[in-house]
């Protein structure tokens, strides 16, 4: 049981180029979340989504795209990456919530870093 | 967006309680507040939630005041391995509004 798994770890990119992060997880949580974590600024949400097929714009979701083709997967696209989205990005999965009083369960994060 | 506000940073000694305070508006009577611990490198990690009065398990205390407007994360005596970033979490909008505090780092001397 892997629970919330990023790949990759980390990756450098020169501005323009475009990735793709993946997120899987193993858990059968309907609710899957990408956020961004920059120094003295907390985790802050980019999309999210709330099961197969759907997703959701976040805090901060310019410059972002998302897919959920299948439950166990939620990636996150970069299509023209800037120096502004250098940051730690952190993928997110829980069961059901309405009321936000289902846990998430986090990956470790992938570090990128745009040049 | 509800807004959180929290310590930057907290020191303490092996043994001490250690209460870390998360200010947040604007938050309906059954959002809950969840707290999560991170250590370098790594994701956040659930410590515990609620959403009224007291909850307690067995590594805290999460205590919410009437008005709602606050909650305390108690640790109780805390160790070397406690020190690490401490989040507060609020949803709101019926789990559509996400808003995660700016984060404390607590450090733990001997």
């Known amino acids: 049981n892997a629970g919330v798994t990023q790949t990759p770890k980390f990756r450098v990119l020169k501005t323009g180029q475009s990735m793709t992060l993946l997120c899987a997880q193993d858990m059968n949580h309907e609710y899957m979340y990408w956020y961004r974590q920059d120094p003295g600024m907390g985790l802050r949400l980019i999309h999210y989504?709330?099961?197969?097929?759907?997703?959701a714009k976040g805090e901060v979701p310019d410059g972002y795209n998302v897919s959920r083709l299948k439950k166990q997967n939620f990636l996150l696209g970069l299509e023209s990456a800037a120096p502004s989205q250098t940051s730690v990005y952190f993928c997110?999965?829980?069961?059901?919530?309405?009321?936000?009083?289902?846990?998430?369960?986090f990956g470790d994060g992938t570090r990128l870093s745009i040049l | 967006l509800a807004k959180t506000t929290q310590p930057i940073s907290m020191d303490s000694y092996e043994g001490q309680e250690v209460n870390i305070t998360c200010s947040h508006n604007?938050?309906?009577?059954?959002?809950?507040i969840t707290w999560y611990q991170q250590f370098p490198s790594q994701g956040p990690r659930f410590i515990i939630q609620g959403y009224k009065t007291k909850v307690t398990n067995e590594v805290a205390s999460l205590f919410i005041p009437a008005d709602r407007k606050s909650s305390t994360l108690s640790l109780p005596r805390v160790s070397l391995s406690d020190t690490a970033v401490y989040y507060c979490?609020?949803?709101?909008?019926?789990?559509?509004?996400?808003?995660f505090g700016t984060g404390t780092q607590l450090k733990v001397e001997l």
């Open positions: 604007n938050i309906a009577t059954n959002d809950y």
């Open positions: 989504s709330v099961g197969e097929g759907t997703t």
């Open positions: 979490l609020v949803v709101t909008g019926g789990g559509n509004k996400l808003t």
């Open positions: 997110a999965s829980s069961y059901t919530t309405v009321r936000g009083n289902q846990p998430q369960h």
